[in-house]
């Protein structure tokens, strides 16, 4: 079972990949999570990252495509996986079907989550990140019981720079420019399905067991 999510950021898309993979038993596997990581650890590769992260760009090519195809080689993944933020654009999902056609592989799915640009501006404004250890929070819909601090470690929560709406439309403008093209080429592979991810959590959750079960 391999998988691709699409969908806008902030569409909820990595929640729904991280249930996907629990429920399946296969690896979720994130740029973001892998980006991030490195900026924490203050990596060469993170603080390339951070500076197209901060202005709501897509982080280039070269960063991701090696990075990415090299950890689909590894033995967690021979039962399948889950993409979440990768591949970005056409280049890369041609790059990405290269490599797997070399193993002999290809994608089974390319799930999108559909949501309406509002919705993702209003969601993710709402947003907060722990300082320490990197939790995540929703003003409205997941907010601290500690307030202004996490919950896990007790550090101060924040608005990141790449949640303000000001960031957070342009990188809808970025998205829209980039990275929709890729419902038309997997909808032409015959591998494109398509969720309401303005529904509740759950039922955007149960809709997409349904197609993978099929």
């Known amino acids: 079972m391999k998988i691709v999510m699409l969908g806008a950021p902030g569409a909820g898309k990595g929640t729904q990949a991280k249930m996907i993979a629990e429920k399946y038993q296969i690896p979720h596997i994130s740029t973001g999570d892998i980006f991030r990581s490195n900026i924490k650890n203050g990596t060469e590769l993170g603080k390339k990252a951070k500076e197209y992260m901060d202005q709501g760009l897509l982080v280039p090519d070269e960063l991701t495509v090696d990075l990415v195809t090299d950890r689909l080689g590894q033995d967690d993944c021979r039962k ?3 993409l979440d933020g990768f ?6 999902a041609e790059a990405l079907a290269g490599a797997l056609a070399k ?3 290809k994608l089974d799915y390319a799930i999108d ?3 309406p640009d509002e919705n993702i501006v209003k969601r993710m404004s709402g947003r907060r990140a ?3 250890c990197g939790a995540t929070y929703h003003v409205v819909h997941n907010p601290s019981k500690k307030g202004d601090l996490c919950e896990v470690c007790g550090e101060p929560l924040v608005l ?3 949640d303000k709406p000001e960031t957070v439309q342009k990188r809808l403008t970025v998205y829209h420019d980039q990275t ?3 419902i038309d080429y997997y909808k032409g592979q015959g591998i494109l399905k398509t ?3 303005t529904q509740p959590m759950d039922a955007v959750f149960t809709a997409i067991t349904r197609i993978l079960e099929v």
């Open 160 to 162: 990141r720079d790449d």
């Open 130 to 132: 722990c300082t320490g």
């Open 195 to 197: 969720v309401d991810g």
């Open 80 to 82: 399948g996986y889950i």
């Open 113 to 115: 989550v559909d949501v």
């Open 180 to 182: 929709q093209p890729l």
């Open 87 to 92: 591949p970005r654009t056409i280049p890369q």
């Open 103 to 105: 193993r002999g592989e």
